[in-house]
């Protein structure tokens, strides 16, 4: 079969649409690769940034691509795409996931924990930002733009001590080495779908059925848990929100965490069902997190917590009370 895939021009996109394209060639397929620029790439190619999501604006070029038939199909990174479906498209395949983990690269070798006091760490991200101030409050974090290159040349520039990058992202584009902590994801909690490609393609199209041979199940299983908690959780609070779902077997592990903004207070829980139905878990553990007051986060103490909250919430929570089982 013939199909034109699409990709963005950047560096770790244009790696994992050929990864994908690899794979379907591997399979008898002709796959033409097409570049799709965007008004995000422009404007970053530009040194300037877009206002608000820009990875929106990535997502939005490619799928308008799928729609007018000018490609066949898409690959982004799924932590990329929005929950929400978009009509008329269908993601036809999430391949086996990378490590989900998050991870450090840092000055002179350091792991977060060896940062001196007040060093400078560099992530726009509030699941980051929240889940290591957390830990060492005494950080200064800043937002960081740019290309995974850009974001470790600031490291090696000096202007921060540290950037924090999903291990994933630094794997396909071959730069494991600048890696000086790979952060335990049940220790700092991956965005949902963090380290798994979905390619797209439309919903009445021919191809969905030839990649959907590139699917694995065990992905699928998990990120969907991730990705309906967030979805639940989205519509109930702001909060920033980690997640990692794992196969144990025939079943499914899902650790799941909500924040306020600085980390003052989290509400982590875990859950555990079949492997069959990553939806049913994702959606039962954020209906848990929400019962236990996910949605009013602040890092102002809420004026009157629940008996639930008061178990859940502040940094000198035990970890057992963090991870109660949901
Ligand atoms: N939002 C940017 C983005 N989207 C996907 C990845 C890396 C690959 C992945 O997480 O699957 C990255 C960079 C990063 O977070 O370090």
């Known amino acids: 079969m013939n199909l034109r895939l699409g990709t963005r021009a950047s560096l770790l996109a244009t790696t994992q649409a050929r990864t994908i394209a690899d794979e379907l060639r591997a399979l008898g ?154 952060l335990d994801p049940l220790t700092i909690l991956p965005a949902p779908g963090q380290g798994a490609l979905a390619v797209e393609c439309r919903a009445d199209s021919p191809a969905a059925a030839a990649i959907a041979a590139l699917d694995d199940a065990h992905t699928r299983a998990a990120v969907t848990a991730e990705r309906t908690l967030l979805a639940e959780l989205e519509g109930g609070c702001s909060a920033p929100i980690g997640a990692y779902a794992r196969i144990d077997g025939d079943r499914l592990l899902l650790d799941a965490i909500a924040l306020s903004p600085q980390g003052t207070y989290a509400i982590r829980q875990s859950a555990e069902g079949d492997a069959a139905d990553g939806a049913a878990l994702g959606a039962r553990l954020a209906q848990n997190m929400l019962a236990a007051g996910a949605n009013s986060l602040s890092d102002e103490q809420s004026p009157q917590p629940t008996a639930a909250q008061l178990n859940t919430m502040g940094g000198a929570a035990a970890p057992t009370q963090e991870s109660a089982q949901a």
């Not at 300037?48 to 038939?69: E, H, I, K, Q, Y």
């Not at 995974?148 to 494991?176: M, N, Q």
């Open 29 to 182: 397929h002709d796959v033409e690769m097409v570049e799709i620029v965007s008004e995000g790439d422009l404007t970053q190619a530009a040194g300037t940034s877009l206002v608000g999501s820009a990875t929106g604006v990535f997502v939005n070029a490619l799928r308008d691509a799928l729609n007018d038939g000018r490609i066949d199909l898409a690959v982004h990174s799924l932590k990329d795409l929005p929950t929400a479906p978009a009509p008329g498209l269908v993601i036809a395949a999430i391949p086996g996931r990378e490590d989900p983990a998050d991870a450090v690269v840092a000055r002179d070798g350091l792991a977060l924990a060896d940062l001196p006091l007040g060093a400078r760490v560099g992530t726009g991200s509030p699941r980051r930002i929240s889940q290591i101030v957390r830990q060492r409050p005494d950080l200064v974090v800043a937002g960081v733009r740019g290309n995974i290159d850009t974001r470790i040349s600031k490291v090696h520039s000096g202007e921060y001590d540290a950037v924090i990058l999903a291990r994933a992202g630094l794997s396909r584009i071959g730069r494991l080495d600048q890696i000086t902590e790979v």
